[in-house]
């Protein structure tokens, strides 16, 4: 499912596709939504056909906020608009009236009592649907709460709450470190399916699990396999907390999932599996974290918690499953992107003695879900790699991270130091990351993945990922106006492995782009130890002219065994004339076939012969030309050389010059002074922010609960019996009565006035009739 973030200041995207053939395009100018039918690979595999004109859906209800973010759900039903303030969703596929040549759609407001009251100062930070329900959406807000909406049961009341306090009680800590900012569903793999992972202004990341939406559905077999994992590796542990905790998951797993406590003859047909409504009477969930990275050695524990190479603060995040790697990015505004791995699973955490606050129907049923989630107060020991395995399973210790990359964008740098980034992954290849900023888009592909790697054989040693852009909207390099942002982004692909991405402008121009996915994950290597041998390459590029052969002669003849007395012999015996005939026959055979061979050969390798020496007679031509124009250019040269240094001169002597004025001999900062700055400049505008965000939010969250107060307070009097109701009674009625008397008799006097002004009016004009 498409995630839709809702912040203010986040970047746009009014861009969504349904998985399938359609595009969504939210135009704010007409405050209408955009429905565009998409061919892929038609008439060629790489091509994208699109249907004109579009279809116009409106919505039925006047929108008051402007829309940011649009995300549609898995089946295509519903898409979500959201915006800073407020959040709605439009279903498509309902009951809907042509008015205007468009189609209105029925839209309904979310958590209207929440985030869209005027007196409320609370922001929605991130909205997303869930990935295994149609129907349950998922917020966080800024007063630090996540809330679970489920549209097809009610749309005012979540169903489930979780107020997230990462800070241990009796411990400060900077406004940066309680001020979320960005949260994401995990992927099916074991428990990372069941938890919801949130980020901090500070790069904290923390875990909820297991969060499961009511009637949401899972796959049989991923069930069963978490449900042996906890008899086989918890029950069987040797310490009491590990057999705790995973006694808490079984009975919670029976309880939210009744099949898997049945027989085996019960469950043999089963292929997937709906969740029931459930929660743990007297615990709630812990929330894990901060997540911490693997330590080789003496490494200090913030930079265990954070990178110290990341600059600014956190402004997104982004879950990634790859086969078996969990992968999480996290975005800063200095426009670095910290790439991490989960280096162990995640298991349910819960808290004994914090009971949540439960909303059940008339059939004792629970509906709705509401729980504070600490952070466990116990201190974390850093997780190093020499640790044995049962010091880590099931002990209720959030994973490690394993640090794969820091990717630097290298975004143009504004004024204030802050950047906005938005991650997708691509769903046809897992492997790479689209990075959308106000610099345009970026492709990252990981070449290493720490478990998938271990299964596939591949090397060990970790590769580097590879950083393409995919599209700028920078104007240049010098350009000192601001880049062109981008409203849109949207990545299609079909079943023949081709990929696109769609870039809409903020001009309202498409952009279509067809995107590599063969070959990707294969880079070149280059084996820089060993050196390349110049003659072997050269021996190489050269070709054959004449063969070896003939280079190295005619086989030698040996002279053939003959008498002692050969000599005395005469050519015209007989002896001499064999003698003569076999000497003429080795000739032949060595010298004459020799000449013929190199006579053919060199009349065979004539015109290649010629090709060469033209060519090097060209090349020739054209380094005499370069010689000549580097001849002209070099009294030019010997100008600006002698420019240079007399520049380099002048400047040598102004900044001895400046040496000389006074403070210039200031003192370097020192090594702590440097960190303290290096801090500021990371929370700088967050900690202001962040508390008048906390007091808005506690003001609003007071009014709300002093008025719900009041009326709860007005109906217990009210159904109070006794003398004092019945006395209360009476004199409010007598008040009602006289205050109906004085009306009536105000009203009298009215109709006494306008009946005396009447007879004054007749008598007069009588008077007057009688006079004349």
Known sequence: AATASASAGGVRNILAWDGASRLYYWDSNQQCLHRI?????????????????????????????????????????????????????????????????????????????????????????????????????????????????????????????????????????????????????????????????????????????PVVPFGSVYKWESILEIYSDAHTFGLKSAKSAAVNNSNMAISWLEATFPEVAQ????????????????????????????????????????????????????????????SKDSILVTAW????????????????????????????????????????????????????????????????????????????????????GSSLITMFADPLMPERIYSLHEGGVDSIVLHFLPFTSQINGKDENIKTPSVHPVLSTCQGETSSSSPSPLSGFASLSDSFGYSWVVVVTSTQECVVLEMKTWNLLLPIQIDKEKPIDMEQQKEKDTPDIISKELLSGPKSVLAPQASPNLRSISADSIEGRSALHQYFKLFHENYVEYAHKVYFELKHHGPQLKRIIDDQHARLDEAQQKISRVEAKQPMLDERIDHAVQRHNSLEQRLQRLRRLPGAHKKPLSRAEREFKSELDQFTGVELDALRSSIDTLGARLKRYTKSSKDNLTTQRRKIPGRNHVQDAQISQLKSSLEKLSLLNSESTKKVELVESAIKTVESSRNKTILS
Request: contains cysteine; glycine residues 6%.
């Open 37 to 209: 039918s998409i061919r892929l690979g038609e008439p060629d595999p790489t091509s994208v056909v699109a249907a004109s004109p579009s279809k116009v859906l409106r919505a039925d209800k006047e929108l008051n906020f402007v829309v940011n973010k649009i995300s549609i759900n898995r089946n295509g039903s519903a898409l979500l608009l959201a915006g800073s303030d407020d959040l709605c969703v439009m279903y498509l596929y309902g009951r809907s009236s042509t008015k205007e040549n468009a189609i209105v759609c029925r839209t309904v407001s979310i958590g209207s009592q929440v985030y869209s009251s005027d007196s409320s100062a609370i922001r929605i930070l991130q909205v997303s649907w869930h990935p295994y329900s149609d129907t349950h959406v998922g917020i966080l807000s800024s007063d630090s709460v996540f809330r679970l909406f489920d549209l097809s049961s009610g749309v005012v009341q979540p169903e489930q709450e979780y107020y997230l306090q990462p800070v241990e009680p009796g411990r400060s800590r900077n406004a940066a470190s309680i001020c979320p900012v960005d949260f994401s569903f995990g992927g099916d793999h074991l428990w990372d399916r069941f938890s919801v992972f949130v980020l901090f202004s500070d790069g904290s990341v923390y875990i909820l699990c």
């Open 333 to 416: 505004s200095g426009g670095q992107l910290q790439i991490d791995a989960l280096a162990d699973e995640i298991q349910p955490v819960w808290i004994t003695g914090s009971a949540p606050r439960l909303r059940v129907d008339s059939f004792d049923h629970i509906r709705g879900i509401a729980m504070i989630c600490e952070s466990i107060p116990a201190e974390h020991s850093i997780v190093k790699l020499d640790q044995p395995l049962d010091n880590t399973v099931w002990l209720g210790h959030p994973p490690p991270l394993l640090r794969l990359a820091i990717v630097d964008l290298a975004l143009p740098r504004k004024t204030e």
């Open 263 to 322: 027989e085996a003859t019960d469950r043999e047909n089963l292929s997937t599996i709906k969740a029931h409504s459930h929660a743990l009477f007297d615990a709630s969930l812990a929330l894990q974290g901060p997540l911490r990275k693997v330590c080789h050695g003496g490494e200090d524990e913030d930079l265990a918690v954070r990178g110290a190479e990341c600059e600014g603060r956190a402004v997104s995040f982004l879950y990634n499953l790859v």
